[in-house]
């Protein structure tokens, strides 16, 4: 009987010593459990603000006067603030373009833009958007430009061609050089009814690119960023093309002063007007010792000295030249990292052109 009540009580403190042995196991359990979920919720808060460090927002104002002929110095510092988001950096930039508040914009402060975000674009850790211009004539100059040609919308839809203006990108490619010369053609046809070629604008186009080459650093002439945007106005009587060109790079200026300083010290310029006004004249060059060097800019003057375009407007870093009126051109305060050129045709220098060739 003894024997029987021993095993009894052996047994219930097996029992007894297994529940507690589960009882340890599910209380240590349930602490691994509520430990591990606080391990995981600070690697979540630590991982977040590490994304939150690494993440910066940034909002460029366009002001309310958006042109490159009015008030260059604004668009100066808009291209220049986003030039400065374009150097190496761990954050991923989300910058926003807030062009809502412009009461005037032209076609030259667009383009521009166009060819500044689209060389950030290829920049993997930037995200450009913006707000398009809110009042009715500026909104309309924006959507008709042809920039949104190159953006999506928010939810990555392309958006519809909303008129017959155009900004191109231009390159060295075959496609890119049909690209021009039919835009050139549509141009000529706007003016004259008929389709034709008009080669001293392709001349032009073909010099500012090669030119553009010529001068920058080998290593990152691929990456050369130029558009060709034309518009048209709506009178009837006396249609008018207007072209642009934008070149995102060095700029002539600079270009010239790092190429050739002590040549133009010796000229005793003191001005960067006379120093860009000397490069259209082909003053320098020949202390390079290359044959095609400066060929460029002399030539697009000589397109509007002979007639062959009008009101030739050059803005590279720190000058903006006028051919048209030597009183509009000036010193600004601002730098453009790049060139800029504004040119129009209309009948009159077609027919001026046609006279040349026939003789």
Known sequence: MKKKRKLINIHLRTLSLLRKRKKSKEKKKRRNILNNQATKEKQDKVSKNKFTNRVENVTIDGGTIFTLFKNPDNVLNIVNRLDKYKKSSNKIRNIRIDLSHIIEIDLGAISFLLAKVN????????????????????KKTFYESGFLDYMTDLSGNKFKKQSDNFIINVGSEKTRNENVGKTIERSIKFITGQETKYPPVYSIVQEICSNSVEWANPKKSKNTNWFLGVSYNNDTANPVATYIMTDVGFGIINTLNRRFGKYIEALKLTKDTEVLEKAFDRRYGSKSGEANRNRGL????????????????????????????????????????????????NLKCIEIWNKVELN
């Open 119 to 138: 060389e950030l674009a290829k920049t993997q850790r930037i995200r450009i958007w913006g707000d398009a211009p809110s009042e009715p004539e500026c």
């Open 298 to 345: 002399p030539l697009i003057k000589d397109r509007f000295t002979k007639s062959y375009i009008e009101d030739l407007v050059v803005i590279t870093n720190n000058v903006l030249l006028d051919f048209n009126n030597s009183a509009n051109t000036k010193i600004m305060s601002g730098s453009l990292p790049g060139t800029f050129y504004c040119w129009k045709i």
